[in-house]
T-cell receptor, first 110, second 117 residues
Framework: KQEVTQIPAALSVPEGENLVLNCSFT??????LQWFRQDPGKGLTSLLL?????REQTSGRLNASLDKSSGRSTLYIAASQPGDSATYLC?????????FGTGTRLTIIP | DTGVSQNPRHKITKRGQNVTFRCDPI?????LYWYRQTLGQGPEFLTY????????KSRLLSDRFSAERPKGSFSTLEIQRTEQGDSAMYLC???????????????FGAGTRLSVL
């Protein structure tokens, strides 16, 4: 059974700092990995998707990496802003479904 | 195309009542998924459809839960005799489900938040 773990569970950083969120998964037989953002009480916004054959994807200030063999992914956020405050979820697609981590709650301090 | 649509956005019900949620996927998406998210947790898979066929159900989907996709378009999720433990956000997603790398990319709706009093 696939298990996805995200560390840390919560993170607070001052505005302007760069930061890294971590995701690990137990079964490397995945098709892709996605990072989502979720604001309180809201649905999911897809940020980045990395196919299993890829190593990284970039979108603006966000960069996600994937090391499938070690079962790890990181989400790097550059020059953080208060608007980045949200919960960030990692999810892997395998066995025809997404398996999610429990998320990292990020707070950017102005 | 307006994306995946879920209705209602919020449902408040009393314990023991039945509730039904609706999901309209992106047109021409063959696959439709239901997930449940409780407070402080990530979403958990419930079930998915390929067109009108329900191909997999999670153990989380007790006998009180039933999902349908009668014409391979919209889907409904019904919960009978609701319990307080059913309080959660119910998320729907759809994907192309055909060949190629794009088939597995899931697009999510805004969710239906259920509160059972």
């Amino acid at each position: 059974k696939q298990e996805v773990t995200q560390i840390p569970a919560a993170l607070s950083v001052p505005e302007g700092e760069n930061l890294v969120l971590n995701c690990s998964f137990t079964d490397s037989a995945i098709y892709n990995l996605q990072w989502f953002r979720q604001d309180p009480g809201k649905g999911l916004t897809s940020l980045l998707l990395i196919q299993s054959s890829q190593r990284e994807q970039t979108s603006g200030r966000l960069n996600a990496s994937l090391d499938k063999s070690s079962g790890r992914s990181t989400l790097y956020i550059a020059a953080s802003q208060p608007g980045d405050s949200a919960t960030y979820l990692c999810a892997v697609f395998g066995n025809e479904k997404l398996t999610f981590g429990t998320g990292t709650r990020l707070t950017i301090i102005p | 195309d307006t994306g995946v649509s879920q209705n209602p956005r919020h449902k408040i019900t009393k314990r023991g009542q039945n509730v039904t949620f609706r999901c309209d996927p992106i047109s021409e998406h063959n696959r439709l998924y239901w997930y449940r998210q409780t407070l402080g947790q990530g979403p958990e898979f419930l079930t998915y459809f390929q067109n009108e066929a329900q191909l997999e159900k999670s153990r989380l989907l007790s006998d009180r839960f039933s999902a349908e996709r009668p014409k391979g378009s919209f889907s409904t999720l019904e919960i009978q005799r609701t319990e307080q433990g059913d309080s959660a956000m119910y998320l729907c997603a759809s994907s192309l489900g055909t060949t190629g790398l794009a088939k597995n990319i899931q697009y999510f709706g805004a969710g239906t938040r259920l509160s059972v009093l």
